[in-house]
């Protein structure tokens, strides 16, 4: 099992800039693709940013691309994301999840991923 506490989210102005972290414990000496989701109300749950196991390899969705950086720590398993330029359509509850690197196909949709973190509400203001 793994164990996945974000944190970081909060209000800020479009133009802003947030930080999110998302600390995972338990079985993490395998390794896992992360990946952030999003999900504003009244919408499905979004992809926005994966990292493989080593950090090696990132990937994201194109309306974040160039203004968000995903990255992680693996000597402290913690993975982040930092978002610059945000605008008032990144509003949404932010989740960070985690899949073994074996079972993961695309990266890109929720239901490939195991583990998931209670979540993070990121409120843009225009």
């Known amino acids: 099992q793994v164990q996945l506490v974000e944190s970081g989210g909060g209000l800020v102005q479009a133009g802003g800039s947030l930080g999110l972290s998302c600390a995972a414990s338990?079985?993490?000496?395998?390794?896992?693709?992360m990946g952030w989701f999003r999900q504003a109300p009244g919408k499905d749950r979004e992809f926005v940013a994966r990292?493989?196991?080593?950090?090696?390899?990132?990937y994201y969705t194109d309306s974040v691309k160039g203004r968000f950086t995903i990255s992680r720590d693996v000597a402290k398993n913690t993975v982040y994301l930092q978002m610059n330029s945000l605008k008032p359509e990144d509003t949404a509850v932010y989740y960070c999840?985690?899949?073994?690197?074996?079972?993961?196909?695309?990266?890109?949709?929720?239901?490939?991923?195991?583990?998931w973190g209670q979540g993070t509400q990121v409120t843009v203001s225009s």
């Open positions: 999840a985690a899949a073994a690197t074996w079972s993961i196909r695309t990266g890109v949709r929720p239901d490939e991923y195991n583990y």
């Open positions: 338990g079985r993490t000496n395998s390794g896992y693709v």
């Open positions: 990292i493989s196991s080593n950090g090696g390899n990132t």
